[in-house]
């Protein structure tokens, strides 16, 4: 069973940049499909994007608003979200999460993310000057 584990949050001043690391153990990320969230206490998580591992398609929520790039690293096992023009309204505490992609024929995510079944345990980012 996969276990994932995000790094790279941390505080950034706004306009700034970050990339976050989602590190996969115990699976293949090429048999997975792996999302972004994020979610501020109080409020209803957020999908951002997910990719396919093995054709590396790509969708995005309508949150991604074009300053969220993901990419899968099958070297290092790992699914990145980089993270550009960083707003205060980007604080939160962001999540990866993964499914096996045989379940479903094409690349999505709900916002609750019902799809996915293996969860990290987020890492948080907070803009702020």
């Known amino acids: 069973q996969v276990q994932l584990m995000e790094s790279g949050g941390g505080l950034v001043q706004p306009g700034g940049s970050l990339r976050l690391s989602c590190a996969a153990s115990?699976?293949?990320?090429?048999?997975?499909?792996v999302g972004w969230f994020r979610q501020v206490p109080g409020k209803a998580r957020e999908g951002v994007e997910c990719?396919?591992?093995?054709?590396?398609?790509?969708y995005y929520a309508d949150s991604a608003m074009g300053r969220f790039t993901i990419s899968v690293d099958f070297n290092k096992n790992t699914v990145d979200l980089q993270i550009t023009d960083l707003q205060p309204e980007d604080t939160a505490v962001y999540s990866c999460?993964?499914?096996?992609?045989?379940?479903?024929?094409?690349?999505?995510?709900?916002?609750?993310?019902?799809?996915?079944?293996?969860w990290g345990q987020g890492t948080q980012v907070t803009v702020s000057s």
């Open positions: 999460a993964a499914y096996v992609s045989i379940r479903s024929p094409i690349v999505t995510m709900s916002d609750k993310g019902f799809e996915f079944d293996h």
């Open positions: 990719i396919r591992g093995g054709d590396e398609s790509i």
């Open positions: 115990g699976g293949d990320l090429a048999a997975y499909t």
